[in-house]
């Protein structure tokens, strides 16, 4: 895995499959703060690049749970990131369809 491969902003595949930072409440708020920056962020795209932002993000997705049954990953870590994942692609879809 590429544990130093941004994954939602500024946020890499190491803080949060690793224990550190804790999921609650420092990883939630990270997600919380980079999901606001990054929706912020979607009215300055064209649409080609919302559809490769789209892309990415379902990439990252993969990229992040290609190994979600390892016990000693943090799996509450992992949960959010996909719930603000989630929410962030849906954003961009709706940007998309606007």
């Known amino acids: 895995m590429e ?3 941004k994954v939602f902003g500024k946020i890499t595949t190491k803080e949060i499959i690793g224990a550190f930072p804790p999921a609650v409440p420092d990883t939630k708020n ?3 703060n980079e999901l606001n920056q990054l929706t912020n962020q979607l009215e300055l795209h064209s649409k080609e690049d919302l559809q490769k932002l789209l892309e990415d993000q379902e990439i990252a ?3 992040v749970n290609s190994r979600p049954g390892a016990m000693a990953l ?7 990131f996909s ?3 989630q929410k962030y692609i849906q954003t961009i879809k709706e940007k998309l369809q606007s």
């Open 30 to 32: 990270l997600l919380d």
């Open 74 to 80: 943090a799996q509450d870590k992992i949960r959010l």
């Open 3 to 5: 544990l130093d491969r």
């Open 61 to 63: 997705q993969k990229h």
């Open 83 to 85: 719930e603000y994942n």
